[in-house]
């Protein structure tokens, strides 16, 4: 701060022949120049931007206090379709770092405040630039790419991070990024980083034992974003009640999921927040399942404000249904 | 651990080799401290102590040779990381071999490691192939998808949530996708019919409807991508039928821009569309209607204000959203309509026009803009302009014109939003023009005169559900009345519209809409309303790059 009155000083000072009349003129023109100088100096905390919640939230076990995270999709809406509003221009040209899902789930709104935002920090390749699907084996990745198929992902299902083995992994990528860019503080988020595999590890075993008796039983959603959940904890999630991903339920679809539903005796239906829940409703209620209520998202559901409590929820809520 | 031991046993015979070669070299301080102390003693007794000596040394080298090699497989195992992305097997192999056995929490019960899915590791990993198989093998299911075959032999890829869903190969490039540019084709139609028997004289744009009938007026090719590390690289090529069917090409856009400039900054060059308000930027598929804003189709041109130049933008360092842009284009012929435009025939507001090379740097159109944006909240977004265009024209030796717009967007986007829907949007443009005509080529028309022209637009869409907008649209348009020409072009005329558009996705759309146009007296219509409805219908083939704002 200092250096910055300094500056400003050095500035608006022209010499001894300033009167004194002047003086409070050449105070606001310093508060000026601070105000312009803060943006360049004040660079302590590494300036953090996540596209979805669940990286944001993250990045927040990781970094602590030492990072400042901003997240531009909100935990409700559809990470599909996010509006490339200008205001995320503004974070992205001064981030650090950027972390993206890198698997096109938001390729439909990032690659535009990219190019507006010319940022070389956050370029692909760069420390500075995290894509959480680095290193991830993607699932459902289609052998055919066709749009007959609805919203199929080129790249594989990108809805990978209700698989905590696979949040891990994020973590330690955003550890890595970080400890790249901020050295003096590495050992600082590789404790992080460890703190956040321990608690995962001691969660998974809790979360396990709670869906272990409900392994192999079929849950419908309401789209398909919940494979790699599924997976983990040994559900079968492969009823959907859009037709085609993307595609809004059609009533022929739907009597037809009605039929699946009661002949496998299925419990429950799994929609998210942006999801129409009405929809869900009547499907619960023609066939006595419950609509539970999931987000992919820290932040999406009440009480849900970190990765791990989501998870917990999550388990919790799916467990409560299926009994 | 065991192929470790067989690694390191491997490289014993070497180590000693090495060793003895490298024996003087690293004798450093114990050795000659060792050789120093003792004072000369039997022939016996100092061969052992050399012996000694050398066993030492050999462990010692044998210990660094340990060092090394664990360095080295550290190395690999970095290596194999960075390279995972590209390399579909290797990792999880590697990651087991690589964890150390002995591990805390190796007896859990759940495992807390897949290297079927996390690939890169370096952590330690646990119990994994155990667990895996466990996890994996022990669902049944019914998953209907149709890759079952994609690497199912290898243990490490398990079966997900049963039969169908198989693991598959890690991302090729993350985030880039597998092409080096985006390749989309776009064809936008319409059925019209209008009360007026000459659409065309109705539709101001280029891409509108001009035919009762059927029209294809914006069949399209784009291309984008990132061109090298510096440029990004952009081409619309638009083919329409004409009226009589005939195929033309127009070469709409196509330039580049630089990607990493600092301070912000941006470049651009090439054809492209004048940044100026909201709708001369952007292609007519991405419009609310099937047809052009009449201030926009008559004051920037039906094809819209657009030409071979350069363009340089910064963002400002201020907290909120603020872009200044500086845009300079040849301006010439009917894509530069109100500038050095010779008009049809060689006529343009009853003027001969002269049809003139540059002369200097004022024959250019100069385009500055600056817009803001900010968001009133996490589901509001203000977005406002001002922009000009200045420059020279063609109806006088000196003739100049100047345009002024400002533009504003409001949008509201709930919070809960599926598919962007549902949404409130509001658009207005308004535009000033100010019109130097000339007394046209050789002093050949009676008087030079001043148009001070101006008008505007207002819409609202209302995206109300999952694919679904509602919109209207205002449009007023007030000309200088001339004595001395009765250009169509030249007529002060209002229209209301509204239109009703089924997204069934992102990449097809089918719109209805309804235009009421009041206009003047003139001959080629005996009322002075005209009604026109337009079915339009759109699709996207490819991969077509993103949307701005």
């Keep these: 701060m200092k250096l910055i009155r300094d500056v400003a000083a050095a500035v608006a000072d022209r010499g001894p022949e300033v009167e004194k009349s002047s ?24 300036n953090v931007v996540a596209t979805l919640p669940d990286f944001g939230s993250l990045a927040r076990e990781i970094g602590g206090d030492k990072v400042d995270v901003t997240v531009l999709a909100k935990a409700t809406e559809d990470p599909h379709f996010v509006d490339a509003r200008p205001s995320f221009v503004v974070s992205l040209r001064s981030a650090d770092v950027l972390i993206d899902g890198g698997a096109e789930l938001e390729i439909g709104w990032l690659p535009p405040l990219l190019q507006n935002a010319r940022n070389p920090k956050i370029e692909i390749g760069k420390p500075g630039r995290v894509q959480a699907s680095q290193g991830i084996r993607l699932m459902n990745v ?29 973590a330690q990528h955003i550890a890595q990024s970080f400890s790249t860019l901020d050295s003096a503080n590495a050992a600082f988020y590789g404790a992080n980083y460890k703190k956040f595999e321990a608690a995962i590890n001691a969660k998974l075993q809790e979360w396990g034992a709670t869906m272990l008796p409900f392994k192999g039983r079929n849950v419908v959603a309401y789209h398909d974003s919940w494979v790699y959940f599924a997976h983990r904890f040994g559900l079968n999630i492969d009823i959907f009640l859009e037709p085609k991903p993307g595609i809004p339920p059609s009533p022929s679809h739907l009597v037809e999921v009605i039929q699946e539903m009661k002949a496998q005796k299925i419990k429950a239906i ?3 927040p942006f999801h129409d829940r009405r929809i869900a409703e009547k499907v619960a209620s023609a066939t006595g399942a419950k ?10 559901l009440p009480g849900t404000d970190n990765y791990v409590k989501l998870i917990d929820t999550l388990v919790s809520r799916l467990a409560a249904s299926l009994k | 651990m065991r192929k470790f031991i067989l690694v390191t046993l491997a490289i014993i015979p070497a180590a000693i080799a090495s060793a003895q070669g490298a024996a003087p070299a690293s004798t450093s301080s114990p050795a000659p401290a060792v050789s120093n102390s003792t004072p000369a003693s039997s022939a016996d007794v100092e061969a052992l102590r050399q012996q000694v000596q050398s066993l030492t040394e050999t462990v010692k080298a044998l210990q660094q040779q340990v060092k090394d090699q664990q360095i080295v497989l550290e190395k690999a195992s970095l290596a194999r990381e960075s390279a995972l992305p590209q390399n579909p097997e290797p990792s999880p192999i590697a990651a087991t071999a690589n964890s150390p056995a002995p591990a805390a929490g190796a007896r859990s019960r759940f495992p807390t490691e897949d290297t079927s ?17 466990e996890n994996g093998s022990a669902l049944p299911g019914s998953f209907p998808t149709t890759d079952t075959s994609v690497v199912t032999s290898t243990p490490e890829t398990i079966s997900s949530t049963g039969a169908g869903a198989s693991l598959t190969q890690p991302i090729t490039i ?53 061109v090298d590390p510096y440029f990004e690289g952009f081409a619309n090529i638009v083919f329409k039928l004409d009226n009589d069917n005939q195929t033309q090409v127009e070469v709409e856009e196509a330039f580049l821009q630089t990607t990493n400039l600092p301070f912000n900054l941006q470049l651009k060059g090439g054809q492209f569309f004048a940044a100026f308000g909201r709708i001369n930027p952007t292609h007519p598929h991405t419009w609310d209607f099937a047809d052009d804003p009449l201030v926009h189709g008559l004051f920037l041109g039906p094809d819209g204000l657009r030409g071979v130049g350069g363009q340089i933008s910064w963002t400002l360092p201020t907290p909120w959203y603020s872009q200044l842009l500086l845009g300079v284009q040849n301006g010439r012929g009917s894509t530069g309509y109100s500038f050095r435009n010779p008009g049809d025939n060689g006529i343009f507001f009853g003027r001969m026009t002269t049809d003139r090379e540059l002369r200097g740097l004022q024959d250019f159109v100069w385009i500055p803009r600056w817009e803001n944006s900010v968001d009133l909240s996490p589901t509001q977004v203000v977005l406002a302009g001002v922009s000009g265009a200045f420059g020279s024209n063609e109806t006088g030796a000196n003739a100049r014109t100047q345009i002024y717009g400002a533009d504003f967007l409001y949008k509201w986007k709930s919070s809960h939003a599926e598919s962007g829907f549902p949404f409130v949007k509001w658009q207005t443009e308004a535009i000033y023009r100010r019109f130097e005509a000339g007394r046209g080529v050789d002093e050949s028309f009676p008087v030079a005169e ?21 919109g209207v649209r205002g449009d007023y348009l007030h000309m200088t009345d001339s004595e001395f020409t009765a250009d169509l072009d030249r007529q002060s005329r209002s229209r209301v519209s509204a239109d009703l558009t089924w997204y069934p996705t992102e990449f097809s759309k089918i ?10 007296e003139n001959f080629f219509l005996a009322g002075r309303d005209v009604d026109s409805v337009f079915l339009q219908f759109e699709f996207i083939l490819g991969s077509h790059g993103a949307h701005k704002f």
């Design chain 2, 511 to 520: 719109r209805l809409q309804y235009n009421h146009d009041f206009l003047e």
């Design chain 1, 291 to 300: 609509v539970v209520e999931f987000s992919q998202f820290p932040g999406g």
């Design chain 1, 23 to 46: 003086r409070r003129q050449r105070r606001r023109r310093q508060l000026v120049l601070a105000a312009l100088f803060i943006p360049l100096v004040a660079q302590a905390k590494l």
């Design chain 2, 450 to 470: 001043t148009f001070h022209d101006w008008g505007m637009y207002s819409q609202l869409l209302w995206g109300f559900k999952k694919g679904w907008v509602a």
């Design chain 2, 117 to 133: 899915v996390v690939a890169s590791t370096t952590a330690p990993a646990a119990p994994s192939g155990a667990g895996v198989n």
């Design chain 1, 142 to 170: 289609p052998t055919n790419v066709t749009r007959a198929a609805g919203d199929v992902h080129a790249l594989g299902n990108p809805h990978f991070m209700s698989d905590p083995i696979i949040a891990k992994a994020v």
């Design chain 2, 174 to 226: 993350a985030g880039g996708g597998k092409n080096y540019m985006n390749i989309s084709f776009d064809g936008l139609f319409a059925l019209a019919y209008s009360s007026a028997r000459d659409l065309d004289h109705i539709e101001v744009g280029d891409h509108d409807p001009q035919q009762r009938g059927f029209n294809a007026r914006n069949i399209e090719l784009a291309f984008d991508g990132a």
């Design chain 1, 270 to 272: 799994i929609v998210e």
